[in-house]
């Protein structure tokens, strides 16, 4: 089971970090990611990171401005959002899955509930 949280409204230009906690003991198993879907559009990869945490990858539109991080201790995967824009605006989820780019192309194994970010101009 995976529970996202941190998310909120923020100004343009603002941070949030979002977290998504495990329960479980196979956490390390799974790469992890990020999703967001905001309203009327369909739901878009944000970032995904390996079992051990050593491989990170981004969309394109937010490269440079999120951070993706694990602690497998904590069963928790983090997003730390920076120079947030309007357009980050969307219902963020974490996913667990078996690779990064099985993720990528739609193959998740559990998906978290969402957590609202909202960014104002």
């Known amino acids: 089971q995976l529970q996202a949280y941190g998310g909120g409204l923020v100004q343009t230009g603002g941070s949030l970090r979002l977290s998504c906690a495990a329960s479980?003991?196979?956490?390390?198993?799974?790469?992890m990611g990020w999703f967001r879907q905001a309203p009327g559009k369909e739901r878009e990869f944000v970032s995904g990171?390996?079992?051990?945490?050593?491989?990170?990858e981004y969309a394109d539109s937010i490269k440079g401005r999120f951070t993706i991080s694990r602690d497998n201790d904590k069963n928790t995967v983090y997003l730390q959002m920076i120079s947030l824009k309007p357009e980050d605006t969307a219902v963020y989820y974490c996913?667990?899955?078996?690779?990064?780019?099985?993720?990528?192309?739609?193959?998740?194994?559990?998906w978290g509930k969402g957590t609202q970010v909202t960014v104002s101009s």
């Open positions: 996913a667990a899955g078996m690779n990064i780019a099985t993720m990528r192309n739609g193959g998740i194994e559990y």
């Open positions: 479980g003991r196979t956490f390390s198993s799974y790469s």
């Open positions: 990171i390996s079992r051990l945490g050593r491989i990170t």
